[in-house]
């Protein structure tokens, strides 16, 4: 047997967001693949995914910066860390919300050797998690045909980028925001995007809500809006993946799915809500793994709510293969001398 090979300092390498996005360009079907494996690889314990760390300021209440810490074992054994912020107010000033970096960790050294622009690869493994999603909570009955997106951002946009590359089509599609602006900028994409189906843009929650059998949340509401239940009377498959938009009592009245139990019952979110008002979890059917290994069904005859934390071990994933893809075709943008002194004593 060969002896290992010497622990040695890693090059440094900075990969830009058209780096990331060249990395991940249709490429859903097997980003959704990857994602879905390191979710299960995270749900049977081959993971380090300590609670997630939110940064606010008193000065800018609508702000934060979450530091998502994470170390993902299977195949892949990186660690890493994820530092997203978000400032909504960007948005009326014509930038994203959003903006991240990845830092990959090497697993031996410790050593940090990428650090990837990563709001990219934070809404392409949030949209493959909800896709993944959408396909195991409508399994063994007839699959959505209308969707309607309410909140229709980067995020809604991924998510349908991921729907459609992973095998959806829908009859209709529905769309709803607050701003007229997003949802027009919305509606444009999804005609270039060449989405088939009708497009309707609802001025009203209710009426989107009403007419879609998946209902995509992406909002950046801060408390929950939507409390009707007589809305969800039609027992729609509802992706609420901006966590704070349903009233407790919606919740209540559904099946009600989270990617992580502990990670998801935090940071005032509707399920985290519903379990204040209840003094209990028994409201959770359970987790995606657990649809996933056939432990929990979902029934019928009532609203399934899937409210997905988001994990940071998906990023690790999603980062490790956009890094291994640019390293074998060799085009790694290394800084040289960027971990300079290397020796102990000069
Ligand atoms: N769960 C996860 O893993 C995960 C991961 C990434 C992002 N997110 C969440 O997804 C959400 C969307 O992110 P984004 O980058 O698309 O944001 P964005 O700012 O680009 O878009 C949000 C849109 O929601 C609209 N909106 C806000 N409040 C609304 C309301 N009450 N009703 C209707 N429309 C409303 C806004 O006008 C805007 O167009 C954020 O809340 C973000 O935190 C969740």
Not at 106 to 132: K, Q, V
Request: charge should be negative; charged fraction near 20%.
């Amino acid at each position: 047997m060969s002896a290992p090979a010497p622990l040695a300092v890693p090059p440094f390498a900075v990969i830009s967001g058209a780096e990331v996005q060249r990395a991940l360009q249709g490429r859903q079907k097997k980003i959704m693949n990857l994602v879905e494996a390191t979710y299960r690889w995270h749900s049977a314990g081959d993971s380090v995914n300590p609670p997630s760390y939110f940064l606010r300021f008193p000065d800018r209440p609508s702000a934060r910066i979450i530091a998502l810490p994470a170390s993902i074992g299977g195949p892949l054994r990186v660690d890493g860390l994820k530092w997203i912020s978000s400032f909504p107010e960007n948005v009326a000033a014509g930038i994203p919300r959003a903006s991240a970096v990845l830092i990959l960790n090497d697993h031996d050294t410790g050593y940090p050797f990428a650090c990837l622009e990563s709001s990219i690869i934070s809404a392409t493994r949030t949209a493959a998690l909800a896709a993944s999603a959408a396909d195991w909570l409508s399994r063994g009955r007839p699959r959505p045909a209308r969707v309607g997106f309410f909140g229709t951002g980067l995020i809604a946009r991924y998510i349908h980028a991921f729907l459609d590359g992973t095998g959806w089509s829908f009859d209709e599609i529905g769309v709803h925001d607050l701003s007229a602006e997003s949802a027009t900028g919305f509606r444009g994409y999804l005609e270039q995007s060449g989405a088939a189906g009708a497009i309707s843009v609802f001025d009203s929650a209710e009426q989107l809500i009403r007419s879609s059998d998946l209902v995509v949340f992406a909002t950046v509401a801060g408390e929950p809006h939507v409390g009707d239940l007589s809305w969800f009377s039609h027992n729609p498959l509802v992706l609420h993946v901006s966590l704070r938009d349903l009233a407790p009592e919606v919740l209540l009245a559904s099946t009600n799915i989270v990617d992580d139990v502990e990670h998801c019952l935090k940071a005032e979110t509707s399920p985290h809500l519903a379990e204040q008002l209840t003094g209990s979890r028994d409201f959770l059917a359970g987790t995606l793994d657990d649809v996933m290994a056939g432990r929990v069904r979902i029934p019928a005859d009532r609203p399934t709510v899937f409210s997905p934390f988001g994990l940071g071990v998906l990023d690790l994933a999603v980062g490790k293969y956009v890094y291994d893809e640019i390293a074998r075709s060799r085009k790694l943008h290394i800084i040289d001398e960027f971990f300079h002194e290397r020796r102990r004593y000069g």
